[in-house]
């Protein structure tokens, strides 16, 4: 799993039980900071009170969080395709890893959450919702839920999912058409998503506009592009991750980089799939041998943190009194969303990948015994 060369560390992604990275611990973090820029978002209508955005004007925790979750994604994912023994068994472990938890917090934020925020809902029109929105990876909303607050979607945050699982059917793609056989046009094409993204938003974002299966197929152009550009410098840092050193020097000079990139809006989202994977990367190994290795691995809450963390603090701020400091809510917030995480893992997530491993051993058994 990790290997030490006189040029640096090289890794390779975490399995599940494995204790050798903290790419666990790297995902909590990043829900952890969602909960940190959405706290004042949610309570202002703005992002002005957030830390980040207040530095370098450009991005936020949460904007830091999204990307590295998709690098991170990209990596261990691609990894994932090279190594399942077919197409149907790779789209298994993706299907039974994003769908049951996200379904699952999908029913409980429109079943539970838009009532407790004052929505007035009909069970049987919210169950057909609910069964024409999961298959598509929508984010819920309830008319009536949160009035008065300023994002009163249910769970907004949720609207990355469908782009995630984009990125795993693209991984398809590029692996039919031999395109995951060396890094280097991943990392092109992860360049040229960004930079077009960058210098020319508009363009991006019209892209398609008449399209009646524009929204299915490919969301928002402009999220499209910004975030499969993250999640193919994940792929990239995959296939070249023996090629890569990851030493304590050149992770200084990637942090003073990132920073430098985040001062501008032209360079901020590059610099942060360039410099941020570097370091994601080079944390997720110097973390191997110590304590961060064992947090959230065996028990990944990350998932669940993100899915239930948006209700959750939007229940917050409507109950909270009004000199309620925002660490005490967003520390709630935080809290509540682990237990949620866990409870997620524990009921849905753990049981499903199980389950869905066992079938997988079962077939391969049958295909090796026929042949």
């Not at 050798?20 to 900071?33: E, I, Y």
């Not at 994932?80 to 996200?102: A, C, D, E, Q």
């Not at 059917?169 to 998503?193: D, N, S, Y």
């Not at 961060?292 to 603090?313: F, K, M």
């Amino acid at each position: 799993m990790r290997s030490v060369r006189a040029s640096g560390v090289v890794i390779t992604p975490r399995r599940l039980g494995e204790h050798r990275t903290a790419f666990g611990f790297l995902r909590l973090l990043f829900a952890s900071f969602v909960i940190v820029a959405h706290t004042p978002e949610y309570a202002d209508g703005n992002q002005h009170r957030e830390l980040i955005i207040r530095v370098f004007g450009t991005t936020t925790f949460g904007g830091i969080a999204v990307d590295g979750f998709f690098i991170i994604s990209g990596f261990l994912i691609t990894g994932s395709y090279l190594k399942s023994n077919s197409v149907i068994g790779y789209l298994r472990k993706r299907v039974t890893r994003i769908y049951p938890g996200y379904a699952v917090a999908f029913t409980i934020s429109v079943l539970l959450f838009a009532p407790i925020g004052g929505a007035v809902i009909s069970l049987a029109h919210e169950l057909l919702y609910i069964a024409s929105a999961v298959p598509m990876l929508r984010y819920p909303m309830v008319q009536g839920a949160f009035p008065g607050q300023p994002f009163p979607d249910v769970n907004g945050a949720m609207y990355t999912i469908a782009y995630e699982f984009r990125c795993y059917l693209l991984v398809i793609v590029l692996g039919t058409t031999g395109l995951l056989k060396r890094a280097w046009p991943l990392a092109v094409l992860a360049v040229a998503l960004l930079l077009a993204a960058a210098l020319l938003p508009d363009a991006i974002d019209h892209i398609f506009d008449n399209h009646p299966m524009r929204e299915a197929i490919l969301g928002r152009p402009l999220t499209a592009a910004r975030m499969t550009g993250s999640f193919l410098f994940g792929a990239t840092f995959y296939l070249a991750r023996r090629h890569i050193p990851l030493s304590g020097w050149w992770a200084v000079g990637a942090a003073a980089s990132l920073c430098l990139a985040l001062c501008w809006p032209v360079t901020a989202n590059l610099g942060l799939a360039v410099f941020g994977s570097y370091l994601i990367f080079y944390a997720a190994a110097a973390g191997a041998r110590t304590l961060l290795a064992r947090v959230n691995n065996e028990t990944d809450i990350s998932y669940g943190v993100y899915l239930y963390a948006s209700p959750i603090l939007n229940c917050g701020i409507r109950f909270a009194p009004a000199a309620t400091p925002l660490w005490l809510i967003g520390g709630g917030t935080w809290i509540l969303a682990c237990a949620y995480g866990w409870l997620s893992w524990t009921l849905v997530e753990r049981p499903v990948m199980t389950w869905a491993r066992g079938k997988t051993s079962r077939t391969n058994d049958r295909i090796a015994a026929g042949a």
